[in-house]
């Protein structure tokens, strides 16, 4: 056995510090050649080191350690590394629609993990309006201004208007 | 006396008409646990029906617990049990405080602090220990309590803890609060201090509490609630995402984050990520000066303040340089929800920012101006009651017609009007002075409409979110949990004050979790209903109700936290985001060598509901709770409109309302699951004697009160 760790020991390694540095590794930063990259399927699928997690995307394949970030961060980053932001607000409008289920406050794009600009946000939320594949998606506006997305595949119309009414308003006046 | 652990074992007893000091024995009441329980116990022993609660023959009692002063976290809690004087039938009711002055009792050897009777002049209690005695308060009566409250620790030092009125209790407003600290106010109770001419209790304790368990069992529990606390109000998700995280929750008071800070600390702290087992950041979870004041607050925010022996600071300690600039007081402020924006809804009109501000400035500004004249001369807010009185007499035309025409023109409209945050400053002096008409408003909802005649509308109209005629308000009701709030609220006397079911559903996880957890501890996943999305009533929610109504009096008795405890969720994944509501009994054996399951505690705090179910029942003079008592408003059991003016049918999507006719049956299934008469709502006299308390079935009886 050799002394040195071999390649695809090493690139486990630097997953495991970009997770910790909460960032995911796109393979495309790993430069494997096609034997690392066989080296690293044979890994995953023998959960040989059952931490390390792959997505994949439409641009790249994405690792991440889930001992340093969970699934539901890294697929935040995921959609934020795959540079589609209508697509990344959709999906997760509808993740918040179907999990909870709520209505989700357009604001939250503002915030890390997104870190969208207002102008920005403004531009995708037209686009999202416009996409015949997300026809779903839908707005809603509570009493003090807030704006919500939501998809009608798991909330209905009403009961968004209230949970987004509940979220904005009543919560802060029932404290 | 008995040796006891967790237990101090002595009652501090004070009758300020004779003077007379002495001390009781504790242990008699055990079987009421501590605290709010004692207190009741006390009260229906002492106190007859028909007590105005401004007499000398009411009683005001201050109460800890077993585990307060034992290093259990979150039990900084100080109950205080009295007659109530907002409730229309002088009703028994508590009132709490956290801060530091329970702790204290411990340490100075008291269980709890009863004074009765009348000082021929302004006094204040002394406690030193086992040392106790009256001292003149002539030089610290009309004083603010920020001044008054110097000057006793001017006297007594800076470790003295301190319980004190203000003006408005001095001058025996309905609503007016005791303070403690800087910050923390119990409101309800403070006229009776002032109708006892007592200012202020202040304590010095040098000595420990006892307890049963080595040093390293209690560590060792400790260190183990630790992978279940969570932030504020037990919310056990953080609002932003973070790596460690797989959920999030747009209202969870777990607000830490890279890039939030406590701006005004030197250096700048940040709160950070947080990790829920790291214990150095447990104190940055909740950053309640962006929480209760805004973003514009940040850079305002000096630190988090909180109670004793509590990892999660729930006070947010602000400097307002604008405060000192405008209205020269101190630009120290802190406080924490509704302490803040109680004060500012007497600004109902808005308080729009200035040219020149930051979004949001004015109302920040607004908020801890009130913050501080309220704590200051005392004044409650009736968990926001106040303002919205005051909205709706201003806007009816009622102050108009019933102040006189020189007193309404002499107040400053237009400072309300254009959202100028000087209003408070008139408003409060008015107020706690007991200047003209105006401050009638402090009487509490039931006697402002008997005074000003208000009427049904008034009553009626959502916004003003009545709950009952009782005249208190809606804390934690229909909106919350659907009929388990709603029920919960049905039992007070006041605002129903309980976060046992206002905590367990807003924890933060997904519904499919909050409904795993239901069943597990109330029998079925239909005890708990999606926001927004109710279910008629069943039994796996009277069960919910019961356990939300015995936990929150378990907790007043302990004392612990009801705004943390109890522990039902957990922040881990590994812990399948479980809590464990067994960590009442675990710590209370721990700490008192008593053992005790959860059962055993649900138990006493049945006795405990029970009775003050029948103080309640004594107090008003009839035993038909469901029909005299336990009604709402109308507006609960009427159905909303959406945004286009359809009507939304109750127990459809998109609305929290209820029905008379399924509030009927959730009282029923309620008062059975107490064991009580499904009729009235009243204790049998079976259950009274099943728990222990014959005495009371046999009261109840001769008075013609115990159900046919």
């Known amino acids: 056995m050799s002394d040195q760790a071999s390649p695809v020991t090493a690139y486990v390694e630097v997953i495991r510090e970009a997770s910790h540095a909460t960032k995911l590794t796109a393979l495309s930063e790993l430069a494997c050649n096609e034997q690392d990259l066989a080296g690293m399927e044979v890994l995953l699928s023998a959960q040989a080191e059952d931490d390390i997690k792959l997505m994949r995307g439409s641009r790249d394949l994405y690792y991440f350690s889930d001992k340093y970030m969970t699934s539901a961060y890294a697929l935040h980053l995921f959609r934020v590394a795959e540079k589609d932001p209508a697509r990344m607000i959709a999906d997760t409008v509808r993740d918040e629609s179907r999990i909870y289920p709520r209505p989700t406050p357009i604001a939250s794009f503002l915030e890390a993990p997104f870190r969208m600009s207002k102008a920005a946000l403004d531009g995708v939320l037209w686009q999202i309006s416009q996409r015949n594949d997300m026809e779903d998606i839908k707005s809603t506006t509570a009493s003090d201004g807030s704006i919500y997305l939501y998809s009608n595949e798991y909330l209905s119309a009403a009961h968004a208007d209230s949970l987004a009414e509940w979220e904005a308003v009543g919560k802060v006046e029932n404290p | ?708």
């Not at chain 2, 002063?69 to 809690?77: A, H, I, M």
């Not at chain 2, 401050?439 to 009545?466: M, T």
């Not at chain 2, 239909?526 to 356990?547: C, E, H, L, R, S």
């Not at chain 2, 109504?549 to 957990?570: D, K, Q």
């Open chain 2, 1 to 708: 006396m008995t040796n006891t652990f967790g237990y101090t074992g002595k009652i501090l007893r004070v009758d300020l008409t004779t003077g007379k000091i002495w001390t009781d024995d504790t242990m008699k009441y055990k079987d009421f646990i501590g605290g709010e329980g004692m207190s009741m116990k006390i009260m229906w022993d002492e106190v007859p029906a028909g007590t105005h609660p401004f007499s000398p023959e009411n009683k005001i009692i201050f109460g800890s617990g077993p585990l307060c002063g034992t290093g259990v976290p979150c039990s900084g809690r100080t109950n205080i049990t009295s007659l109530l004087p907002s409730n229309p039938d002088h009703s028994v009711s508590s009132s709490h405080m956290g801060g530091y002055f329970s702790v204290e009792m411990k340490y100075a050897g008291w269980d709890l602090i009863v004074v009765e009777g009348k000082s021929a002049k302004p006094v204040w209690l002394r406690i030193e220990d086992d040392k106790v005695w009256l001292e003149d308060g002539r030089w610290v009566w009309g004083k603010g309590m920020f001044d008054a409250m110097a000057m006793i620790s001017s006297q007594m030092g800076k470790e003295a803890q301190i319980a004190m009125i203000g003006p408005a209790g001095e001058n025996q407003l309905n609503l007016s609060v005791i303070r403690t600290g800087a910050s923390h106010s119990a409101g309800g109770h403070g006229g009776v201090m002032g109708s006892k001419n007592l200012k202020a209790i202040a304590i010095k304790g040098t000595g420990s509490v006892k307890v049963a368990a080595r040093p390293e069992e209690l560590m060792a529990l400790d260190k183990y609630m630790m992978t279940i606390i969570g932030a504020n109000n037990q919310h056990v998700v953080p609002r932003f995402p973070h790596p460690w995280a797989e959920y999030t929750a747009s209202g969870s008071r777990w607000t830490a984050k890279k890039g939030l800070y406590w701006g005004a600390a030197n250096p700048p702290v940040e709160t950070g990520e947080c990790y829920p087992e790291d214990m150095q950041s447990v104190g940055l979870r909740t950053h309640k000066g962006f929480q209760d004041l805004g973003a514009v607050a940040e850079k305002y925010t000096v630190s988090m303040g909180g109670c004793a022996h509590c990892p999660i600071r729930c006070h947010s300690q602000v400097r307002i340089p604008q405060l000192e600039e405008r209205y020269g007081i101190d630009p120290n402020v802190s406080n924490t929800c509704v302490g803040y924006s109680g004060p500012n809804g007497i600004m109902f009109k808005g308080t729009p920012d200035l040219p020149g501000q930051e979004k949001g400035e004015q109302s920040m500004i607004s908020k801890t101006l009130g913050s501080h004249l309220a704590d200051d001369y005392g004044v409650w807010c009736n968990y926001g009651q106040m303002g919205r009185d005051l909205n709706w007499t201003y806007t009816h035309g009622i102050l108009k017609k019933v102040l006189p025409a020189d007193e309404y023109a002499s107040i400053s409209w237009d400072l309300l009007e254009k959202g100028d945050p000087a209003f408070l400053i008139d408003f409060y002096d008015r107020v706690a002075n007991k200047k003209g008409e105006l401050w009638h408003i402090a009487d509490g909802s039931y006697w402002i409409d008997k005074r000003w005649n208000l009427g049904e509308e008034y009553w009626a109209y959502d916004k003003n979110k009545l709950w009952s005629k009782l005249g208190y308000p809606v804390h934690h009701a229909n909106e919350s949990q659907s009929q388990v709030g709603a029920l919960v609220s049905c039992f007070s006397n006041r605002d129903a004050q309980n976060h046992s079911h206002s905590n367990f559903g807003a924890a933060g996880v997904p519904l499919e979790l909050l409904k795993q957890v239901a069943a597990e501890e109330f029998g079925t996943p239909d005890a708990i209903d999606g926001p927004m999305d109710y279910t008629p009533m069943n039994q796996g929610k009277a069960n919910f109700v019961k356990w939300a109504l015995t936990r929150t009096m378990l907790h007043n008795s302990l004392t612990l936290c009801n705004w943390m405890w109890p522990m039902a969720f957990s922040p881990l994944k590994s812990r399948n985001y479980r809590g464990d509501t067994a960590l009442e009994a675990k710590f209370y054996s721990l700490v008192t060598g008593i053992p005790m399951t959860k059962e055993d505690l649900d138990r006493a705090a049945t006795r405990t509901f029970t009775l003050f179910r029948a103080l309640t029942i004594r107090s008003m003079g009839t035993a038909d709770m469901r029909n005299k008592h336990d009604q709402t408003t109308s507006w609960v059991i009427t159905a909303t409109k959406d945004k286009n003016g359809k009507e939304i049918p109750q127990f459809t999507k998109g609305t929290d309302r209820m029905t008379q006719e399924d509030m009927e049956k959730g009282r029923g299934l309620v008062y059975k699951a107490f064991g009580w008469d499904e009729k009235t709502g009243a204790p049998t006299k079976a259950t009274l004697e099943a728990l222990g308390m014959p005495e009371v079935a046999a009261e109840l009886a001769a008075k013609g009160l115990l159900p046919a």
